[in-house]
């Protein structure tokens, strides 16, 4: 069992910036796919950023230039570096990782943008 526990959300206005964390445990970060994932209301859970691997990163082509995703292999700590952010980027954002065949999801935590 692994467990994810997101923090950093809030409420901010057009423009400003958030980072948020994804800390694991019973879970030791190595080469699986670990990532975020939002869901705004009324549509469905998308792919925002994540590793594939070790070392690769990917992005949602909506925030490829602004948001960057890293993370700190010590603490197993997962991060999102959210720039610019839009009303559209409002959503739950959940951290996810995809370990030995299953897949782990955190709770969630809101990110609000305000116009």
């Known amino acids: 069992q692994v467990d994810l526990v997101e923090s950093g959300g809030g409420l901010v206005q057009t423009g400003e910036s958030l980072k948020l964390s994804c800390a694991a445990t019973r879970y030791t970060f190595t080469i699986y796919p670990m990532g975020w994932y939002r869901q705004a209301p009324g549509k469905e859970r998308e792919f925002v950023a994540g590793y594939s691997n070790a070392y690769d990163t990917n992005y949602a082509e909506s925030v490829k230039g602004r948001f960057t995703v890293s993370r700190d292999n010590g603490k197993d700590i997962l991060y999102l570096q959210m720039n610019d952010l839009r009303p559209d980027d409002t959503a739950v954002y959940y951290c996810?990782?995809?370990?030995?065949?299953?897949?782990?999801w955190g709770k969630g935590i809101l990110v609000a943008v305000s116009s």
């Open positions: 996810h990782v995809h370990y030995t065949g299953a897949d782990y």
